[in-house]
C-alpha cells in the first residue's frame, strides 16, 4: 500500500521565479492538504483540495496556488518566489474532508530560495 | 485566535526514564487532537488521536496520551524511553466548531534520548 509520495525532494530556485510541487496521495484517499514547514517550527496550513476544488485556505497569499487532478493528486505552485518561502513543503492526504479524518503525511520537498 | 502550544521546546532523557510532553490548546468548543513524531530523515508519522470517547489514548510503540477537557491539555506519555524515540514530536488539533479541517500545529518539541 503505497504512502504520501512527494516529488521532487530537493529543489532550488533563485527569487522570483516560480515552482510546482506535486503530490499522490495515500491509496483510497481523495484530500490532498499542503502544510509549509519553516526551519525549527511546526508545519501552517496552506490549503486544502477536495473534490478538484479548494476547499479551505490559510494565511497565505495569492502567490500559492494549488490544483486537484481527477486522480486526486496535487500540485502546489508558488509564483515569485521570496527568501522567505524556503521551507519544507508537505503533502497530506485523507479520507474526505469531513470530521473526523485522519491526515498522512508525505516525506516533503524542501525548497531553497537563493 | 485558536493555537496550539508545546512549552518544551528541547528534553534530553536518558534511557529507561519517562518521559511527558506538553500540549496545550486555545479553544473552548470540540477538538480532535493529533500526536505526530518526525524521525530524523523520515517524514511526520501519527502516533495516536483523539476523538472522542475515553481521553486516555494509546498509539503505536508505547506512547499514549490523556485528553483533559479542564486544562486544555493533551500531553504525550511513555514510561520508558529508548535511544530510537530520539525525534521531533509535534502535537496537532483540529478545531471543529469553526468549520475548518485543517490541522493546526504546536512549534515541535525535540526530544534526545542519550544511551
Known amino acids: 500500500d503505497a504512502g504520501v509520495t512527494q516529488s521532487p525532494t530537493h529543489l532550488i530556485k533563485t527569487r522570483g521565479q516560480q515552482v510546482t510541487l506535486r503530490c499522490s496521495p495515500k491509496?483510497?484517499?481523495?484530500?490532498v492538504s499542503w502544510y509549509q514547514q519553516a526551519l525549527g517550527q511546526g508545519p501552517q496550513f496552506i490549503f486544502q483540495?477536495?473534490?478538484?476544488?479548494?476547499?479551505q485556505r490559510g494565511n497565505f497569499p495569492d502567490r500559492f496556488s494549488g490544483h486537484q487532478f481527477p486522480n486526486y493528486s496535487s500540485e502546489l505552485n508558488v509564483n515569485a518566489l521570496l527568501l522567505g518561502d524556503s521551507a519544507l513543503y508537505l503533502c497530506?492526504?485523507?479520507?474526505?474532508?469531513?470530521?473526523?479524518?485522519?491526515?498522512?503525511f508525505g516525506p516533503g520537498t524542501r525548497l531553497t530560495v537563493l | 485566535a485558536q493555537s496550539v502550544s508545546q512549552h518544551n521546546h528541547h528534553v534530553i532523557l536518558s534511557e529507561a526514564a519517562s518521559l511527558e510532553l506538553g500540549c496545550n490548546y486555545s479553544?473552548?468548543?470540540?477538538?480532535?487532537l493529533f500526536w505526530y513524531v518526525q524521525y530524523p530523515g523520515q517524514h511526520l508519522q501519527l502516533l495516536l488521536k483523539?476523538?472522542?470517547?475515553?481521553?486516555l489514548v494509546k498509539g503505536i510503540k508505547g506512547f499514549e496520551a490523556e485528553f483533559i477537557k479542564s486544562k486544555f491539555s493533551f500531553n504525550l506519555r511513555k514510561p520508558s524511553v529508548q535511544w530510537s524515540d530520539t525525534a521531533e514530536y509535534f502535537c496537532?488539533?483540529?478545531?471543529?466548531?469553526?468549520?475548518?479541517?485543517?490541522?493546526?500545529f504546536g512549534s515541535g518539541t525535540r526530544l534526545q534520548v542519550q544511551p
Open positions: 483523539y476523538f472522542s470517547g475515553d481521553p
Open positions: 497530506a492526504s485523507s479520507l474526505n474532508p469531513g470530521g473526523t479524518d485522519t491526515q498522512y
Open positions: 496537532a488539533a483540529r478545531f471543529m466548531d469553526t468549520g475548518r479541517r485543517a490541522l493546526t
Open positions: 491509496s483510497g484517499h481523495d484530500t
Open positions: 479553544y473552548g468548543g470540540t477538538v480532535n
Open positions: 483540495y477536495y473534490e478538484e476544488e479548494e476547499r
